[in-house]
C-alpha cells in the first residue's frame, strides 16, 4: 500500500495564523533573544536531551499570542501541524510536554529574563528608529481575575483586588504602561493589584529621558509626588467637567478646548497596546495567582505587541515585502 508523506507543509493556503505566525517569524529578534536565555538553560547532561532554546522560546511565543495554557499547548502540537513548524519540529520529532513547557516559564521567571526580553526587543526598536525618547504616554488597564473560591486554598487570590471604574467594580489587577509619544510602542511595564491609584506608579513608568508626559486626569498631582523626576513637563487632561464649560465658554475657552483635544490624541497611542493583548492575543483574564507571575507575563505580552505593531516597518526596512491575504475568487 502507498504511503502518504506525512510532512508539515500539507497546505499551500495563507490562513490567518501562518500569515501571522510568518510576519512574526521575520520581525522576532531570535538570534538575541536565544542569546539571553542559553546561559541559564539546563545543559542536559542526565537524561533525556534538552529541547534546544530557540524551540522553546518559540512554543512559549504562540502560548501568548494563541492565549494557550501548558496542557493546551502541547496539545496544540500534536493536533496543529503549523504549530510543531512554526517550533522547528519535524513530524517524527519528541514534542514538549506541558512540564517541560512549565519548567521552561519557571526558567525565565526565576532569572528575571522577561525584562530583558523586554529591553532587548526596545533595543532593536530605538536601532531601527522607530522608538524616540522626547515624550511618554502613561495609562493603566484592569485586567480581571477569577473571584470564585473554588480552588485548593478556598478563598480568591490575596494580591488581586477590587476596582472601581464608573458605577462597575472589577477584580483584578492593573496593568501599568508608559508608551513611547511618537510610535505608541511600550517601553515599560508596571503590575500592581487593582486597588491602586493609576497616579501612584505614574514616575515609576517613565524612561528618565522624556521632557514630556501626556496622561488623563486621574494623574492630577503626578509631578508633585516624592518620586517625582526634575525637568519633566506633565501634560494632564481636564476633568471631562471642566472640558464641557471649556466648549462653552468664549474665545479664550474654545482655544484651550483646541489643545485638550490635541493632548487626546497623543493619549489616543496609549490604547493601542491594550488593545492588541487583549483582543490580538486574547489576554483578557489573569493566568496565575500572584502579582509576580502576571506580571512577568505582561512583559513579554508588550514585547510581543511592541513587534506586532511594528512588523509592516520592521518588515520594510529589512527589504521585506509583507505577505498578501489571497483574495477570494
Avoid at 466648549?247 to 493632548?263: F, P, S
Amino acid at each position: 500500500m502507498k504511503q502518504t508523506d506525512p510532512g508539515l507543509n500539507l497546505t499551500t493556503k495563507r490562513t490567518r495564523k501562518r500569515e501571522f505566525l510568518a510576519e512574526m517569524e521575520r520581525v522576532v529578534p531570535w538570534a538575541a533573544l536565544v542569546q539571553l536565555v542559553v546561559p541559564h538553560a539546563p545543559e542536559g547532561k542526565k537524561g533525556r536531551p534538552p529541547f534546544s532554546v530557540e524551540t522553546m522560546l518559540r512554543v512559549h511565543f504562540m502560548q501568548q499570542w494563541f492565549t494557550l495554557s501548558d496542557p493546551a499547548m502541547e496539545e496544540a502540537l500534536h493536533d496543529i501541524a503549523l504549530f510543531r513548524e512554526f517550533a522547528g519540529l519535524g513530524w517524527d520529532s519528541r514534542i514538549p510536554d506541558e512540564s517541560t513547557i512549565l519548567r521552561f516559564r519557571h526558567l525565565l521567571e526565576k532569572n528575571k529574563l522577561t525584562d530583558q526580553i523586554l529591553a532587548c526587543v526596545n533595543d532593536l526598536l530605538r536601532d531601527k528608529g522607530l522608538m524616540l525618547k522626547a515624550g511618554t504616554v502613561v495609562d493603566a488597564t484592569l485586567i480581571s481575575a477569577p473571584s470564585s473560591t473554588k480552588n485548593e486554598s478556598g478563598e480568591p487570590d490575596p494580591e488581586m483586588k477590587q476596582s472601581r471604574k464608573g458605577n462597575q467594580w472589577h477584580f483584578g489587577m492593573k496593568a501599568h504602561i508608559g508608551v513611547d509619544a511618537e510610535s505608541g510602542l511600550v517601553h515599560t511595564v508596571i503590575g500592581t493589584s487593582g486597588n491602586v491609584n493609576d497616579v501612584v506608579p505614574a514616575n515609576g513608568l517613565l524612561h528618565g529621558q522624556e521632557t514630556t508626559v501626556f496622561a488623563h486626569s486621574g494623574y492630577r498631582g503626578a509631578h508633585k509626588r516624592p518620586d517625582a523626576k526634575p525637568g519633566v513637563e506633565w501634560h494632564i487632561a481636564v476633568r471631562p467637567s471642566d472640558r464641557k464649560r471649556l466648549r462653552a465658554g468664549a474665545e479664550r475657552g474654545a482655544v484651550l478646548d483646541q489643545i485638550e483635544t490635541l493632548k487626546v490624541s497623543i493619549r489616543a497611542k496609549v490604547e493601542h497596546p491594550f488593545r492588541v493583548i487583549k483582543r490580538q492575543f486574547g489576554h483578557t483574564k489573569v493566568r496565575y495567582r500572584g502579582l509576580f507571575k502576571n506580571m512577568v507575563q505582561l512583559k513579554t505580552l508588550f514585547a510581543l505587541s511592541n513587534l506586532w505593531m511594528a512588523r509592516a516597518q520592521l518588515m520594510a526596512l529589512d527589504g521585506q515585502v509583507r505577505p498578501l491575504r489571497a483574495k477570494a475568487a
